[in-house]
Protein backbone atom coordinates (compact mmCIF):
# COMPACT_ATOMS: atom_id res chain seq x y z
CA UNK A 1 0.00 0.00 0.00
CA UNK A 2 2.85 2.53 1.13
CA UNK A 3 4.56 1.38 -2.20
CA UNK A 4 1.68 2.55 -4.49
CA UNK A 5 0.90 5.40 -2.37
CA UNK A 6 4.82 6.91 -2.87
CA UNK A 7 4.07 5.79 -6.71
CA UNK A 8 1.45 7.81 -7.48
CA UNK A 9 2.98 10.81 -5.06
CA UNK A 10 5.94 10.69 -7.50
CA UNK A 11 3.94 10.66 -10.46
CA UNK A 12 1.41 13.41 -9.89
CA UNK A 13 4.75 15.99 -8.75
CA UNK A 14 6.67 14.58 -11.84
CA UNK A 15 4.15 14.62 -14.13
CA UNK A 16 3.48 18.68 -12.94
CA UNK A 17 7.15 19.59 -13.10
CA UNK A 18 7.59 17.68 -16.83
CA UNK A 19 4.00 19.53 -17.93
CA UNK A 20 5.28 23.55 -16.80
CA UNK A 21 9.05 23.43 -17.48
CA UNK A 22 9.11 21.11 -20.59
CA UNK A 23 5.67 20.35 -22.23
CA UNK A 24 3.91 23.73 -22.19
CA UNK A 25 7.25 25.32 -23.99
CA UNK A 26 7.14 22.97 -26.87
CA UNK A 27 4.87 25.23 -28.95
CA UNK A 28 5.22 23.14 -31.94
CA UNK A 29 3.97 24.69 -35.48
CA UNK A 30 3.26 28.04 -33.26
CA UNK A 31 0.81 26.84 -30.48
CA UNK A 32 0.28 23.14 -30.33
CA UNK A 33 1.32 21.88 -26.62
CA UNK A 34 0.41 18.31 -25.31
CA UNK A 35 -0.73 18.28 -21.92
CA UNK A 36 0.39 14.40 -20.86
CA UNK A 37 -0.01 15.59 -17.36
CA UNK A 38 -3.54 13.72 -17.16
CA UNK A 39 -2.14 10.64 -16.96
CA UNK A 40 -2.01 10.93 -13.31
CA UNK A 41 -5.77 10.85 -14.08
CA UNK A 42 -5.86 7.83 -16.37
CA UNK A 43 -3.57 5.78 -14.47
CA UNK A 44 -4.95 6.47 -11.21
CA UNK A 45 -6.04 3.02 -9.49
CA UNK A 46 -9.49 1.76 -10.01
CA UNK A 47 -10.64 0.51 -6.91
CA UNK A 48 -10.54 3.83 -4.97
CA UNK A 49 -12.07 6.46 -3.01
CA UNK A 50 -13.57 8.61 -5.92
CA UNK A 51 -14.11 11.83 -3.51
CA UNK A 52 -10.27 11.85 -2.71
CA UNK A 53 -9.64 10.98 -6.60
CA UNK A 54 -11.86 14.11 -7.66
CA UNK A 55 -10.25 16.21 -5.49
CA UNK A 56 -6.48 14.79 -6.06
CA UNK A 57 -7.13 15.76 -9.94
CA UNK A 58 -8.61 18.88 -8.80
CA UNK A 59 -5.50 19.71 -7.15
CA UNK A 60 -3.73 19.33 -9.88
CA UNK A 61 -5.32 21.27 -12.77
CA UNK A 62 -4.78 24.38 -9.79
CA UNK A 63 -1.33 23.76 -9.78
CA UNK A 64 -0.85 23.34 -13.39
CA UNK A 65 -3.18 26.91 -13.55
CA UNK A 66 -1.01 27.95 -10.88
CA UNK A 67 2.09 27.83 -13.42
CA UNK A 68 0.36 28.62 -16.43
CA UNK A 69 -1.40 31.68 -14.85
CA UNK A 70 -4.36 30.29 -16.86
CA UNK A 71 -7.41 31.00 -14.22
CA UNK A 72 -9.07 27.46 -13.72
CA UNK A 73 -8.89 26.08 -17.04
CA UNK A 74 -6.57 22.90 -16.09
CA UNK A 75 -8.32 22.83 -13.31
CA UNK A 76 -12.35 22.21 -14.52
CA UNK A 77 -11.18 20.25 -17.59
CA UNK A 78 -9.27 17.79 -14.94
CA UNK A 79 -11.74 17.56 -12.15
CA UNK A 80 -14.43 16.52 -15.30
CA UNK A 81 -12.41 13.93 -16.65
CA UNK A 82 -12.16 12.42 -13.11
CA UNK A 83 -15.54 12.46 -13.04
CA UNK A 84 -16.40 10.89 -15.78
CA UNK A 85 -13.49 8.12 -16.12
CA UNK A 86 -16.09 5.34 -14.61
CA UNK A 87 -18.21 5.61 -17.62
CA UNK A 88 -14.95 5.71 -19.60
CA UNK A 89 -14.08 2.93 -18.48
CA UNK A 90 -17.33 0.78 -18.84
CA UNK A 91 -17.08 1.72 -21.94
CA UNK A 92 -13.63 0.87 -23.28
CA UNK A 93 -13.02 -1.91 -21.37
CA UNK A 94 -16.33 -3.95 -20.66
CA UNK A 95 -16.57 -6.74 -18.49
CA UNK A 96 -13.19 -6.73 -17.27
CA UNK A 97 -14.37 -3.13 -15.39
CA UNK A 98 -16.95 -5.11 -13.96
CA UNK A 99 -14.92 -7.25 -11.95
CA UNK A 100 -12.88 -4.43 -10.69
CA UNK A 101 -9.44 -6.21 -12.55
CA UNK A 102 -8.50 -4.36 -14.62
CA UNK A 103 -4.22 -3.67 -14.81
CA UNK A 104 -2.97 -1.24 -16.77
CA UNK A 105 0.27 -3.45 -18.02
CA UNK A 106 -1.84 -6.05 -19.36
CA UNK A 107 -4.53 -4.81 -21.52
CA UNK A 108 -5.68 -5.47 -24.82
CA UNK A 109 -3.55 -2.80 -26.97
CA UNK A 110 -6.51 -1.39 -28.76
CA UNK A 111 -9.25 -1.09 -25.47
CA UNK A 112 -5.97 0.84 -23.87
CA UNK A 113 -5.61 3.88 -26.95
CA UNK A 114 -9.63 4.09 -26.53
CA UNK A 115 -9.72 4.50 -23.05
CA UNK A 116 -7.05 7.29 -23.52
CA UNK A 117 -8.31 8.69 -26.61
CA UNK A 118 -12.08 9.67 -25.42
CA UNK A 119 -10.87 10.85 -22.18
CA UNK A 120 -8.13 13.12 -23.77
CA UNK A 121 -10.40 14.27 -26.44
CA UNK A 122 -12.80 15.31 -23.52
CA UNK A 123 -10.16 16.88 -21.53
CA UNK A 124 -8.58 19.14 -24.64
CA UNK A 125 -11.92 20.11 -25.80
CA UNK A 126 -13.00 21.62 -21.91
CA UNK A 127 -9.85 22.87 -22.25
CA UNK A 128 -9.79 25.00 -25.02
CA UNK A 129 -13.32 25.63 -24.63
CA UNK A 130 -12.72 28.21 -21.36
CA UNK A 131 -9.08 28.95 -22.66
CA UNK A 132 -10.60 31.20 -25.94
CA UNK A 133 -14.22 31.22 -24.24
CA UNK A 134 -15.99 32.58 -27.38
CA UNK A 135 -18.40 30.27 -29.21
CA UNK A 136 -17.64 32.89 -32.31
CA UNK A 137 -14.34 31.20 -32.11
CA UNK A 138 -15.76 27.20 -32.19
CA UNK A 139 -13.48 25.97 -34.97
CA UNK A 140 -10.61 27.94 -33.12
CA UNK A 141 -11.37 25.82 -30.01
CA UNK A 142 -11.86 22.32 -32.62
CA UNK A 143 -8.76 23.13 -34.51
CA UNK A 144 -6.25 23.41 -31.32
CA UNK A 145 -8.45 20.30 -29.57
CA UNK A 146 -7.87 17.86 -32.25
CA UNK A 147 -4.16 18.70 -32.95
CA UNK A 148 -3.00 18.92 -29.51
CA UNK A 149 -5.01 15.61 -28.72
CA UNK A 150 -3.07 13.67 -31.37
CA UNK A 151 0.48 14.84 -29.95
CA UNK A 152 -1.22 13.98 -26.21
CA UNK A 153 -2.79 10.80 -26.95
CA UNK A 154 0.94 9.67 -29.00
CA UNK A 155 2.82 11.04 -25.99
CA UNK A 156 0.57 9.21 -23.52
CA UNK A 157 0.43 5.60 -25.23
CA UNK A 158 3.98 6.13 -25.90
CA UNK A 159 5.01 6.37 -22.13
CA UNK A 160 2.13 3.67 -20.78
CA UNK A 161 4.73 1.71 -23.17
CA UNK A 162 7.79 2.75 -22.16
CA UNK A 163 6.96 2.44 -17.90
CA UNK A 164 4.34 -0.19 -18.76
CA UNK A 165 6.52 -2.22 -16.32
CA UNK A 166 5.94 0.42 -13.28
CA UNK A 167 2.04 0.57 -13.69
CA UNK A 168 1.59 -3.40 -12.86
CA UNK A 169 0.29 -3.30 -9.57
CA UNK B 1 -34.40 16.64 7.12
CA UNK B 2 -33.42 13.13 7.00
CA UNK B 3 -34.19 13.11 3.41
CA UNK B 4 -32.30 15.86 2.72
CA UNK B 5 -29.26 14.59 4.49
CA UNK B 6 -29.71 11.03 2.73
CA UNK B 7 -30.24 13.31 -0.67
CA UNK B 8 -26.18 14.96 0.12
CA UNK B 9 -25.02 11.42 1.08
CA UNK B 10 -26.05 9.59 -1.86
CA UNK B 11 -24.52 12.16 -4.39
CA UNK B 12 -21.62 13.34 -2.43
CA UNK B 13 -19.59 12.29 -5.39
CA UNK B 14 -21.97 14.39 -8.02
CA UNK B 15 -22.06 17.42 -5.40
CA UNK B 16 -18.24 17.51 -4.64
CA UNK B 17 -17.57 17.59 -8.93
CA UNK B 18 -20.33 20.53 -8.99
CA UNK B 19 -18.59 22.25 -6.55
CA UNK B 20 -15.09 21.90 -7.81
CA UNK B 21 -16.25 22.52 -11.69
CA UNK B 22 -18.03 25.65 -10.19
CA UNK B 23 -15.00 27.02 -8.20
CA UNK B 24 -12.60 26.51 -11.77
CA UNK B 25 -15.24 27.71 -13.91
CA UNK B 26 -15.52 30.90 -11.48
CA UNK B 27 -11.29 31.58 -11.70
CA UNK B 28 -11.63 31.18 -15.21
CA UNK B 29 -14.16 34.29 -15.74
CA UNK B 30 -12.12 36.02 -12.96
CA UNK B 31 -8.95 35.53 -15.58
CA UNK B 32 -11.04 36.73 -18.50
CA UNK B 33 -12.08 40.11 -17.33
CA UNK B 34 -9.28 42.65 -17.22
CA UNK B 35 -7.30 43.40 -13.90
CA UNK B 36 -9.36 41.66 -11.68
CA UNK B 37 -7.68 39.59 -9.64
CA UNK B 38 -6.73 36.29 -10.62
CA UNK B 39 -6.58 34.34 -7.60
CA UNK B 40 -4.78 31.87 -8.86
CA UNK B 41 -1.20 33.21 -10.35
CA UNK B 42 1.99 32.48 -10.45
CA UNK B 43 4.28 35.20 -8.65
CA UNK B 44 4.06 33.56 -5.73
CA UNK B 45 6.84 31.48 -3.70
CA UNK B 46 6.38 28.10 -5.01
CA UNK B 47 5.99 28.77 -8.95
CA UNK B 48 8.14 31.78 -9.01
CA UNK B 49 10.78 29.93 -6.91
CA UNK B 50 10.78 26.84 -9.22
CA UNK B 51 10.58 28.70 -12.74
CA UNK B 52 13.74 30.81 -11.38
CA UNK B 53 15.58 27.78 -11.29
CA UNK B 54 14.57 26.71 -14.01
CA UNK B 55 15.75 30.04 -16.08
CA UNK B 56 18.99 30.26 -14.52
CA UNK B 57 20.05 27.11 -16.23
CA UNK B 58 18.60 27.73 -19.39
CA UNK B 59 19.31 31.47 -19.60
CA UNK B 60 23.27 30.53 -19.39
CA UNK B 61 22.33 29.02 -23.57
CA UNK B 62 20.73 32.20 -24.93
CA UNK B 63 23.89 34.64 -23.44
CA UNK B 64 25.18 35.06 -27.03
CA UNK B 65 22.01 36.47 -28.42
CA UNK B 66 21.15 38.24 -25.39
CA UNK B 67 24.67 40.36 -25.07
CA UNK B 68 24.07 40.95 -28.61
CA UNK B 69 21.11 42.81 -27.93
CA UNK B 70 22.29 44.51 -25.48
CA UNK B 71 25.34 45.55 -26.94
CA UNK B 72 22.72 46.52 -29.85
CA UNK B 73 20.92 48.75 -27.31
CA UNK B 74 23.94 50.39 -25.42
CA UNK B 75 25.07 51.23 -29.25
CA UNK B 76 21.60 53.40 -29.74
CA UNK B 77 22.03 54.77 -26.38
CA UNK B 78 25.53 55.95 -26.68
CA UNK B 79 24.89 57.42 -30.17
CA UNK B 80 22.04 59.61 -28.45
CA UNK B 81 24.46 60.30 -25.62
CA UNK B 82 27.28 61.79 -27.43
CA UNK B 83 25.32 63.15 -30.50
CA UNK B 84 23.74 65.71 -27.75
CA UNK B 85 25.26 68.55 -26.54
CA UNK B 86 26.81 67.95 -23.26
CA UNK B 87 26.76 70.77 -20.51
CA UNK B 88 30.67 70.99 -19.90
CA UNK B 89 30.47 73.43 -17.06
CA UNK B 90 30.47 71.29 -14.06
CA UNK B 91 29.83 73.82 -11.34
CA UNK B 92 26.92 74.11 -12.80
CA UNK B 93 23.83 71.98 -11.55
CA UNK B 94 20.76 71.33 -14.16
CA UNK B 95 17.80 71.37 -12.03
CA UNK B 96 15.96 69.34 -14.57
CA UNK B 97 17.38 66.07 -13.30
CA UNK B 98 15.89 66.00 -9.97
CA UNK B 99 12.46 64.85 -9.87
CA UNK B 100 12.47 63.15 -13.01
CA UNK B 101 9.02 61.82 -14.07
CA UNK B 102 10.08 58.40 -15.57
CA UNK B 103 11.81 55.73 -13.20
CA UNK B 104 13.01 52.51 -14.76
CA UNK B 105 14.14 48.91 -13.62
CA UNK B 106 15.62 46.58 -15.75
CA UNK B 107 14.15 42.89 -15.01
CA UNK B 108 14.18 39.25 -16.21
CA UNK B 109 11.95 37.24 -17.95
CA UNK B 110 11.85 33.83 -16.10
CA UNK B 111 8.67 32.59 -18.04
CA UNK B 112 7.29 33.49 -20.88
CA UNK B 113 4.21 32.56 -22.96
CA UNK B 114 2.50 32.86 -26.05
CA UNK B 115 1.11 30.02 -27.68
CA UNK B 116 -2.32 30.72 -25.89
CA UNK B 117 -4.81 33.43 -26.42
CA UNK B 118 -3.95 34.83 -22.82
CA UNK B 119 -0.26 35.26 -22.35
CA UNK B 120 1.30 36.23 -18.55
CA UNK B 121 5.16 36.81 -18.48
CA UNK B 122 6.57 36.31 -14.75
CA UNK B 123 9.37 38.72 -13.89
CA UNK B 124 11.78 38.13 -11.50
CA UNK B 125 11.36 41.49 -9.69
CA UNK B 126 8.69 42.24 -7.32
CA UNK B 127 7.46 44.62 -4.14
CA UNK B 128 10.93 44.74 -2.61
CA UNK B 129 11.94 46.45 -5.56
CA UNK B 130 9.09 48.76 -5.67
CA UNK B 131 7.06 47.60 -8.42
CA UNK B 132 3.33 47.61 -8.26
CA UNK B 133 0.51 47.16 -10.81
CA UNK B 134 0.08 48.98 -14.00
CA UNK B 135 3.62 49.74 -14.44
CA UNK B 136 4.75 49.80 -17.97
CA UNK B 137 6.80 46.80 -19.33
CA UNK B 138 9.46 47.37 -22.76
CA UNK B 139 12.12 45.95 -23.79
CA UNK B 140 14.93 47.40 -25.88
CA UNK B 141 12.68 47.57 -29.04
CA UNK B 142 9.66 48.01 -28.42
CA UNK B 143 6.69 47.56 -25.64
CA UNK B 144 6.04 43.95 -24.31
CA UNK B 145 3.14 44.53 -21.59
CA UNK B 146 1.78 46.07 -17.96
CA UNK B 147 2.45 44.95 -14.80
CA UNK B 148 -0.79 42.86 -13.29
CA UNK B 149 0.32 40.98 -10.02
CA UNK B 150 3.17 41.22 -7.69
CA UNK B 151 4.47 39.33 -4.63
CA UNK B 152 7.79 40.14 -3.32
CA UNK B 153 9.93 38.68 -5.36
CA UNK B 154 7.74 38.24 -8.58
CA UNK B 155 5.49 40.22 -10.94
CA UNK B 156 3.10 38.89 -13.41
CA UNK B 157 2.87 40.77 -16.48
CA UNK B 158 -0.42 40.95 -18.98
CA UNK B 159 1.34 40.14 -22.30
CA UNK B 160 0.44 42.58 -25.18
CA UNK B 161 -0.05 39.35 -26.78
CA UNK B 162 -3.43 39.04 -24.47
CA UNK B 163 -7.17 39.04 -25.57
CA UNK B 164 -8.15 41.09 -22.51
CA UNK B 165 -5.33 43.78 -22.78
CA UNK B 166 -6.19 47.31 -24.68
CA UNK B 167 -2.89 49.62 -24.91
CA UNK B 168 -3.50 53.07 -26.10
CA UNK B 169 -0.86 53.94 -29.39
CA UNK B 170 -0.68 56.41 -32.29
CA UNK B 171 1.21 56.78 -35.73
CA UNK B 172 4.03 58.17 -35.63
CA UNK B 173 4.01 60.99 -38.50
CA UNK B 174 0.44 61.48 -37.11
CA UNK B 175 -0.94 62.36 -33.85
CA UNK B 176 -4.16 59.90 -34.65
CA UNK B 177 -4.40 57.43 -31.82
CA UNK B 178 -6.05 54.05 -31.52
CA UNK B 179 -6.12 51.08 -29.54
CA UNK B 180 -4.46 48.31 -29.52
CA UNK B 181 -5.64 44.80 -29.03
CA UNK B 182 -4.74 41.21 -30.24
CA UNK B 183 -6.70 39.04 -31.96
CA UNK B 184 -4.91 35.68 -30.83
CA UNK B 185 -3.94 34.29 -34.15
CA UNK B 186 0.48 35.62 -34.65
CA UNK B 187 2.72 36.11 -31.83
CA UNK B 188 4.57 38.47 -34.47
CA UNK B 189 1.60 41.14 -35.89
CA UNK B 190 -1.37 42.48 -33.36
CA UNK B 191 -4.25 44.76 -34.06
CA UNK B 192 -4.51 48.62 -34.02
CA UNK B 193 -8.46 49.42 -34.27
CA UNK B 194 -10.32 52.88 -34.00
CA UNK B 195 -7.57 54.88 -35.99
CA UNK B 196 -10.26 57.23 -37.77
CA UNK B 197 -10.81 57.38 -41.72
CA UNK B 198 -9.51 61.00 -42.26
CA UNK B 199 -5.81 59.63 -41.11
CA UNK B 200 -3.55 58.88 -43.71
CA UNK B 201 -1.78 55.22 -43.42
CA UNK B 202 0.45 53.35 -45.32
CA UNK B 203 2.41 50.10 -45.36
CA UNK B 204 5.94 50.21 -43.57
CA UNK B 205 4.42 53.16 -41.12
CA UNK B 206 5.74 53.52 -37.86
CA UNK B 207 3.41 53.05 -34.80
CA UNK B 208 4.27 54.47 -31.40
CA UNK B 209 3.13 54.14 -27.80
CA UNK B 210 0.14 57.65 -27.76
CA UNK B 211 1.35 59.08 -24.10
CA UNK B 212 -2.44 59.03 -23.53
CA UNK B 213 -2.48 56.53 -20.19
CA UNK B 214 -0.57 57.00 -17.39
CA UNK B 215 1.60 53.88 -18.30
CA UNK B 216 3.89 54.23 -20.73
CA UNK B 217 5.41 57.74 -21.88
CA UNK B 218 4.79 58.82 -25.30
CA UNK B 219 6.74 57.15 -27.97
CA UNK B 220 8.22 53.75 -27.52
CA UNK B 221 8.15 52.06 -30.57
CA UNK B 222 5.23 49.17 -31.04
CA UNK B 223 5.60 48.13 -35.01
CA UNK B 224 5.37 49.18 -38.73
CA UNK B 225 2.23 48.76 -40.53
CA UNK B 226 2.06 45.21 -42.72
CA UNK B 227 -2.04 45.51 -43.72
CA UNK B 228 -4.29 47.40 -43.58
CA UNK B 229 -8.40 47.89 -44.28
CA UNK B 230 -11.96 50.17 -43.40
CA UNK B 231 -14.12 48.40 -40.65
CA UNK B 232 -17.46 47.39 -41.79
CA UNK B 233 -19.05 50.75 -40.83
CA UNK B 234 -16.19 52.53 -42.83
CA UNK B 235 -15.33 55.01 -40.00
CA UNK B 236 -12.60 53.67 -39.48
CA UNK B 237 -9.39 51.76 -40.21
CA UNK B 238 -8.59 48.01 -38.82
CA UNK B 239 -4.74 47.75 -39.25
CA UNK B 240 -2.09 45.03 -38.81
CA UNK B 241 0.99 45.68 -37.33
CA UNK B 242 4.15 43.41 -37.33
CA UNK B 243 5.90 44.04 -33.61
CA UNK B 244 9.59 45.33 -33.69
CA UNK B 245 9.72 42.61 -30.93
CA UNK B 246 10.38 38.98 -30.95
CA UNK B 247 8.24 38.15 -28.65
CA UNK B 248 8.83 34.24 -28.43
CA UNK B 249 12.44 35.35 -27.43
CA UNK B 250 12.86 38.27 -24.60
CA UNK B 251 15.03 37.60 -21.25
CA UNK B 252 15.85 41.54 -20.42
CA UNK B 253 13.25 43.96 -19.64
CA UNK B 254 12.94 47.23 -18.35
CA UNK B 255 9.70 48.45 -15.77
CA UNK B 256 9.01 51.93 -15.82
CA UNK B 257 7.43 53.61 -13.62
CA UNK B 258 5.17 56.77 -13.94
CA UNK B 259 5.95 59.00 -10.90
CA UNK B 260 2.72 60.94 -11.73
CA UNK B 261 0.26 58.12 -12.18
CA UNK B 262 -1.78 58.57 -9.09
CA UNK B 263 -1.93 62.24 -9.19
CA UNK B 264 -3.49 61.96 -13.28
CA UNK B 265 -5.55 59.24 -12.08
CA UNK B 266 -6.65 61.37 -9.59
CA UNK B 267 -7.75 64.23 -11.91
CA UNK B 268 -9.64 61.85 -14.08
CA UNK B 269 -11.75 60.44 -11.32
CA UNK B 270 -12.33 64.23 -10.52
CA UNK B 271 -13.92 64.67 -13.98
CA UNK B 272 -15.94 61.59 -14.18
Known amino acids: MTNLL ?7 IV ?35 RLIFILLSFLLGLLIDMF ?24 SFGAVYEHNAIKFGNVDFGQRITYITILVLIH ?22 LFSSIFTILLCVLITIIFGGTNKK | MQQIVNFILRNKTFLLFVLLLFVSV ?16 SANFLSGGIYNASNSMSEFFDLKNQNKLLQEDNKRLKSILYNTKQTPDTNYIDSTNYN ?5 TAAQVIRNSYATTNNI ?21 GIIGIVEKTNRNYATVLSILNTTSSISAKLKKTPHFGSLKWN ?22 TIITSGRSAIFPKGIPVGTISNFKLDNAENYYEIDIVLFNDMTSIEHVYIIENKDAKIIENILKDND
Request: hydrophobic share 45%.
Open chain 1, 6 to 12: SIHTIRF
Open chain 1, 15 to 49: LLLIQVLLLSHVNFLGNINPYPYILFVLLFPVKNN
Open chain 1, 68 to 91: LDSGGIHAAATVTIAFIRPAALKF
Open chain 1, 124 to 145: HFILFLLEIFNFSKIFLVLKNT
Open chain 2, 26 to 41: MLTIQSHSYHRSRFIN
Open chain 2, 100 to 104: KKYKF
Open chain 2, 121 to 141: LLLNKGDNDSIKQDFGVVSSK
Open chain 2, 184 to 205: GNSPNTIQLSEIPKIATVAKGD
